[in-house]
């Protein structure tokens, strides 16, 4: 395994061009945003997490379908 120290990290950082640094900015954003929303569900109480995500499937219910009718089999003597 490879260990990279923040300095060695900044150091190549130095070397992007102005846009591959704007793609990594914006990498860095979506996964920290990603990250905290995870660990905010982690850290809640289990009832605030029903209330924050019942209603969720309200627009798309999940539906039974009809019922099949019973397989017909030979009867017993």
Not at 36 to 62: H, K, N, Q, Y
């Amino acid at each position: 395994m490879v260990t990279t120290t923040f300095e060695e990290l900044t150091e190549q950082l130095e070397r992007l061009s102005i846009q591959d640094k704007l793609r990594l900015i914006e990498h860095l954003t979506a996964r920290l945003q990603q990250d905290l929303e995870v660990e905010s569900f982690r850290r809640m109480p289990w009832a605030d997490f029903v209330a924050r995500t019942s209603g969720l499937l309200a627009d798309d219910p999940i539906e039974r379908p009809a019922q099949l009718l019973p397989e017909e089999r030979e009867s017993l003597e």
